[in-house]
Structure formats: structure tokens, C-alpha cells
Nanobody, 127 residues
Framework: QLQLVESGGGLVQPGGSLRLSCAAS????????IGWFRQAPGKEREGVSC????????NYADSVKGRFTISRDNAKNTVYLQMNSLKPEDTAHYYC????????????????????WGQGTQVTVSS
């Protein structure tokens, strides 16, 4: 059964760093585009970053450009989101999502583009 499990969240001070992981089981990630999303209380889920199945295309929300980096390790069947220079406004529940695709240079930044979702991991940025 296809499963995505996020980890790496926690409480961090402003300016700190976290690395989120999204581990896949029941399928191999190499044919999937992957997205990271977040949802803060009272707000809609928003796209943070995505990576194509080849890794050649990476997109970022303007609010995280230059601070977050998405990467994938197909051998480990895992996707990462390195988050640096964290701000209080980055506080949210973070989710990964996947979509099978043969398009090697495409990934989506909208929730409706994805088929499968993990349960998420909480990130809290506070002093």
C-alpha cells in the first residue's frame, strides 16, 4: 500500500534550520513528482516547493525562495525539504504529496495536482 511519512518537524527558534523528510513505502518515487505543502491554522494549504521526477525542475513559493531547498534521493525513496533562516510565519503543518507522471520536467504547486498525501509534520518557529 502506498504510504508517505513525513518527519523532521519540531520547535525551532527564528533563524534556525530544520530538514523535513518524506519517506515513501509501497512504491518507488522515481516516477513521481513530489510537492511540499503547508497549512497554518485558519489558512488554506499552500504549495511550498516541488520537484519533478527527474529532479531537473524545482519550484519554490516566493516566500521561501533562497531559504528552502527541495531534494530527492530515489535510492532511499525519500524527499527532503531543507529549511534555513526560519521565520515565525513558516509555522505550519507541513505535508508531502506525490503524483505519478511521465513528464520529467514538471511538478505542481497546487493541491489538486497531487494524488497521494502524507499525514504531515508540525513545524513551529518561535522564540
Amino acid at each position: 500500500q502506498l504510504q508517505l511519512v513525513e518527519s523532521g518537524g519540531g520547535l525551532v527558534q527564528p533563524g534556525g534550520s530544520l530538514r523535513l523528510s518524506c519517506a515513501a513505502s509501497g512504491f518507488t518515487l522515481d516516477a513521481y513528482a513530489i510537492g511540499w505543502f503547508r497549512q497554518a491554522p485558519g489558512k488554506e494549504r499552500e504549495g511550498v516547493s516541488c520537484i519533478s521526477n527527474s529532479g531537473g525542475r524545482r519550484n519554490y513559493a516566493d516566500s521561501v525562495k533562497g531559504r528552502f531547498t527541495i531534494s530527492r534521493d530515489n535510492a532511499k525513496n525519500t524527499v527532503y525539504l531543507q529549511m534555513n533562516s526560519l521565520k515565525p510565519e513558516d509555522t505550519a503543518h507541513y505535508y508531502c504529496a506525490v503524483r505519478p507522471t511521465s513528464l520529467q520536467s514538471m511538478c505542481g504547486m497546487t493541491t489538486r495536482w497531487y494524488d497521494y498525501w502524507g499525514q504531515g509534520t508540525q513545524v513551529t518557529v518561535s522564540s
